[in-house]
C-alpha cells in the first residue's frame, strides 16, 4: 500500500469508530467530536476505560494493536453493562461491530465505577490471556526472542540445540512489515500447517534507532534472502514471503557494508588482508587424515573429534537384528549377508547390543577418512604417531557455474575460492556493466524495488538507459563457521539490512542430541546461561541464577513469615 492508501485507510478506521462509539463518548461525560479525533480520541477512550494512556503507543504496533483491540472493545461492552462471556465472544467475533447496537441504544448506560462492574471468570479469562499474549509480542517483536539452532552451520561456535535469546533493540527493533498476523509464531500455525499472516496490507521498512552497528564476525539472525519454502525442511513448491515472514537464519558477518571481499583457500580475506575471527569462533573446514594401517575411528572420537563416519562389517546380519540397530545407522552397503557393511555417526555400534544380539562385528579400518575440524584439531591430529598426514580439503579447480553466487556463467567462484566481491554500502555509487550485471541485478530489482532490462549492450533501470547506480541501502556478507556445511552468502548473495533480525546475545539451554528423540537428549550445562559472545573460555552463570532464586525465596518466605506473627 502506498502512504495516501494507508491514510485512507487510517481514516476509515476513524470514521468506523467515530460511528460506533459516539454516544458512548457522550455517556462518559465526553463531547462526541472527541470519538472522531485521529490519536485523541483512543486517549480519550482509554481515560473512560480506566486504562493508561501510555496504551495509545501499543495501538499504533503492527500485530501488537490488533491484540489491543480486542481487549478495548471488551473493556467498552463490559463499562456499558455488557460484561457476559458471550458478549466479550460475540464483540470479538464481530470485529468491534458488536459495539454498534451498544451505542445505537436509546440511553446508554456508562458504569463509571469499575468496581461496579461484574466480571464473570471467562470473560477475566479471556481478557488476561489476550493482554499476556499481546504484552509478549511486545517483548518478542522489539526486545527478545528466543531461538533454538536447527542445523550445523555455526558448529562448533553455535551448536544444535543451542536455544538462544536473540536482542531486537541492539540493531535497532524492526517494525513489523506484516500487519495481519497471527501472533507468538512466524510464519506458520503449528498443527494446522498453514500460513499464519495475510500478505496484505504491507507496511514500508521501519526500523527503532540502533544501540550499535554490526560489526565485523558478529554473529547475526537475519531473514533468509533466498527464501522461497513455505515449511522449513519440506519440499513444496515455492512461495513469495514478506521480508518478516521469510525464514529466520544465523550466520556469522564476515563482510560489511563497503568492504572487498575474497575468499583464497577457504579463508576469508578483507581488503586484500586475512579476516581475524574472534577468540570463541570455531571454524571447521573438511580435512583428510592418512594411515597406511588404517585411521583408527576410536582414537579420533576419544580426543573429542566429531562430524565422521565409521564403518562395521557384520558376518551374520539378520532382519531382526538389522532393525534393533536400525535407529544408529545413517547407511550400509554390500550385496550379501556375508559381505553387509553398515555406516554409523562417530559413536558407533552400542557395544551392548551388539553382544546381546550375538552379532560378528569388526570395523572396517580405512587408510583414509574425511574429517570436519578447525584448525587446531587438524594441528593437534597430525601431530599423532598414529596418522601419516592430514590434509585440507579444498576447491581448487575454478569452473564455470550456477551453483555459487551471482549464479551466472561465466562465473567460477566456489566454497574455497571466491570474489572479489565488493559489498554495496547505502550511498556507494557504482559503474554498472553486463560484466558486473549479475552481481548486482537481484539488489537492484528484488531489495530495492527497481524494474530493469538490457537492450544490447545497454541497461535500463525503469525504462532510462543508465552506466551508474547509487545503492539505497547497506548489505552484509553473512556465513557459517561450519565453512563446508554452510548454506550462506557464498550461495545466495548480500544481505539487505531491512532484512536484519537482531544479535544473539546468550545461550539460556542447551541440549545435546536435540534431533534424536528424547530419550537421547543431554543438558549441555556448561553451555546453560553463558553469552554468545566475548573473549576466552565460555563460562556459565546458572549457578549464580539458582543462587539469586533461592536467596530470593527465601527473602520472601521470611517475609511472609514475620508478616503473619505481627498480625499476631
Not at 463499562?79 to 458478549?87: E, L, Q
Not at 573438511?286 to 565409521?310: I, P
Not at 561465466?410 to 575460492?417: A, G, V
Amino acid at each position: 500500500m502506498t502512504v495516501f492508501q494507508w491514510l485512507l485507510f487510517f481514516l476509515f478506521i476513524q470514521l468506523v469508530h467515530f460511528l460506533g462509539t459516539w454516544k458512548l463518548y457522550r455517556a462518559a461525560g465526553e463531547a462526541p467530536w472527541k470519538a472522531i479525533v485521529p490519536i485523541y480520541n483512543a486517549i480519550v477512550l482509554l481515560k473512560i476505560l480506566h486504562r493508561p494512556k501510555w496504551w495509545v503507543l501499543l495501538l499504533f504496533l503492527p500485530v501488537i494493536n490488533l491484540l489491543m483491540f480486542m481487549v478495548l472493545w471488551i473493556d467498552t461492552a463490559k463499562h456499558f453493562g455488557k460484561n457476559k462471556p458471550m458478549d466479550g465472544l460475540w464483540v470479538i467475533l464481530s470485529l468491534g461491530f458488536y459495539l454498534y447496537p451498544i451505542n445505537y441504544q436509546k440511553n446508554p448506560k456508562y458504569i463509571a465505577d469499575k468496581n461496579l462492574i461484574t466480571r464473570s471468570a471467562f470473560s477475566e479469562w479471556i481478557g488476561s490471556i489476550v493482554f499476556a499474549i499481546a504484552a509478549a509480542t511486545f517483548v518478542h517483536n522489539y526486545f527478545f526472542q528466543p531461538y533454538i539452532i536447527p542445523t550445523g552451520s555455526l558448529e562448533k561456535s553455535l551448536l544444535i540445540g543451542d536455544f538462544l535469546f536473540v536482542s531486537k533493540f541492539h540493531y535497532g527493533a524492526r517494525i513489523p512489515s506484516t500487519t495481519v498476523a497471527f501472533p507468538m509464531v512466524h510464519d506458520t500455525l503449528p498443527v494446522l500447517k498453514t500460513r499464519s499472516y495475510l500478505k496484505k496490507p504491507q507496511l514500508p521498512y521501519m526500523r527503532f534507532p540502533k544501540l550499535q552497528k554490526i560489526k565485523r564476525n558478529d554473529i547475526v539472525v537475519f531473514n533468509w534472502p533466498a527464501d522461497t519454502v513455505r515449511q522449513f525442511f519440506v519440499k513444496e513448491a515455492a512461495v513469495k514471503k514478506p521480508i518478516d515472514k521469510k525464514s529466520n537464519y544465523v550466520k556469522r558477518c564476515v563482510g560489511l557494508p563497503g568492504d572487498e571481499l575474497e575468499i583464497k583457500d577457504g579463508f576469508v580475506h578483507i581488503d586484500g588482508k586475512k579476516n581475524e575471527l574472534p577468540d570463541r569462533a570455531r571454524v571447521q573446514y573438511n580435512f583428510t587424515a592418512y594411515n597406511d594401517k588404517g585411521v583408527s575411528s576410536r582414537r579420533l572420537y576419544e580426543l573429542g573429534v566429531s562430524d565422521f563416519y565409521r564403518r562395521y562389517r557384520i558376518e551374520n546380519i539378520t532382519q531382526n537384528s538389522y532393525d534393533k540397530l536400525a535407529p544408529y545407522l545413517v547407511g550400509r552397503s554390500g550385496n550379501s549377508t556375508n559381505n553387509f557393511v553398515v555406516i554409523t555417526r562417530e559413536a558407533g555400534l552400542p557395544i551392548d547390543l551388539v553382544r546381546s544380539l550375538g552379532l560378528k562385528v569388526s570395523e572396517v579400518l580405512e587408510k583414509s577418512k574425511d574429517l570436519n575440524l578447525t584448525v587446531k584439531q587438524a594441528n593437534k591430529i597430525a601431530k599423532q604417531d598414529w596418522i601419516d598426514s592430514i590434509v585440507k580439503r579444498n576447491q581448487k579447480i575454478k569452473t564455470p557455474n550456477t551453483n555459487f553466487f551471482p549464479n551466472k556463467i561465466p562465473f567460477d567462484w566456489n566454497q574455497d575460492n571466491f570474489g572479489p566481491i565488493k559489498i554495496p554500502a547505502n550511498g556507494q555509487t557504482i559503474d554498472l556493466s553486463l560484466s558486473n550485471l549479475p552481481l548486482y541485478k537481484k539488489i537492484i530489482v528484488d531489495y530495492e524495488g527497481n524494474s530493469l532490462k538490457t537492450q544490447g549492450d545497454q541497461i535500463l533501470i525503469n525504462n532510462e538507459k543508465v552506466s551508474k547506480y547509487t545503492f539505497q541501502q547497506d548489505y552484509f556478507w553473512m556465513m557459517g563457521d561450519n565453512r563446508h556445511r554452510s548454506e550462506d552468502s557464498r550461495f545466495w548473495g548480500f544481505v539487505p539490512e531491512d532484512h536484519i533480525v537482531g544479535k544473539p546475545v546468550f545461550i539460556w539451554f542447551s541440549i545435546d542430541g536435540i534431533n534424536d528423540g528424547i530419550s537421547n537428549w543431554k543438558v549441555r550445562w556448561d553451555r546453560v546461561f553463558t553469552t554468545v559472545g566475548g573473549e576466552g573460555k565460555r563460562v556459565s552463570y546458572f549457578p549464580y541464577f539458582v543462587a539469586i532464586i533461592v536467596i530470593w525465596q527465601g527473602f520472601v518466605y521470611f517475609r511472609k513469615r514475620k508478616n503473619k506473627n505481627l498480625k499476631k
